[in-house]
C-alpha cells in the first residue's frame, strides 16, 4: 500500500484482516475477501497482506504474494465461477500454501 501526499484520496487500503478474511478499502468501496473463496491470504504476513497496489484504476496487485484481482472479480463473482485450489496447510509450521490435488 503506497500513502498518497497530503490531500489526495487513498484509492486503495486493506482496512481489516480478521479470522475470516480481510477488508479491502477500493475507490470508495468495501469488500469482504473471505479466506474460503481468497485462500491466498490466509496465513499471510499482516505487511504483505497490506502491500497493496491499484494499477490501471482497476487492477489489485499483492507483489509479495503475487496475487492479481481486478475489481471486477470483486464485484461480480458470479462472472468467474472458477475458484482457487489452494488451501492452506495445516501441518505446515512455516505457515506456507500447498495446492489441493483432486
Same mark, same amino acid.
Given at each position: 500500500?503506497?500513502?498518497?501526499? /497530503? %490531500?489526495? &484520496?487513498?484509492?486503495?487500503? !486493506?482496512?481489516?484482516?480478521?479470522?475470516?478474511?480481510?477488508?479491502?478499502?477500493?475507490?470508495? &468501496?468495501? @469488500?469482504?475477501?473471505?479466506?474460503?473463496?481468497?485462500?491466498?491470504?490466509?496465513?499471510?504476513?499482516?505487511?504483505?497482506?497490506?502491500? !497493496?497496489?491499484?494499477?490501471? %484504476? @482497476?487492477?489489485?496487485?499483492?507483489?509479495?504474494?503475487? !496475487?492479481? #484481482?481486478?475489481?471486477?472479480? #470483486?464485484?461480480?463473482?458470479?462472472? @468467474?465461477?472458477?475458484?482457487? /485450489?489452494?488451501?492452506?496447510?495445516?501441518?505446515?509450521?512455516?505457515? %506456507?500454501?500447498?495446492?489441493? /490435488? &483432486?
Amino acid at each position: 500500500m503506497k500513502s498518497l501526499k /497530503r %490531500g489526495k &484520496r487513498i484509492l486503495v487500503s !486493506v482496512e481489516n484482516i480478521t479470522p475470516f478474511g480481510i477488508w479491502l478499502f477500493v475507490k470508495e &468501496r468495501e @469488500y469482504f475477501l473471505s479466506y474460503n473463496d481468497f485462500p491466498y491470504f490466509k496465513d499471510q504476513t499482516l505487511n504483505s497482506i497490506q502491500n !497493496v497496489e491499484l494499477l490501471h %484504476g @482497476y487492477h489489485l496487485y499483492w507483489p509479495e504474494l503475487d !496475487v492479481d #484481482l481486478e475489481i471486477d472479480n #470483486l464485484e461480480n463473482p458470479e462472472k @468467474y465461477p472458477l475458484k482457487s /485450489r489452494i488451501k492452506a496447510n495445516p501441518t505446515s509450521h512455516s505457515g %506456507g500454501l500447498a495446492v489441493a /490435488r &483432486r
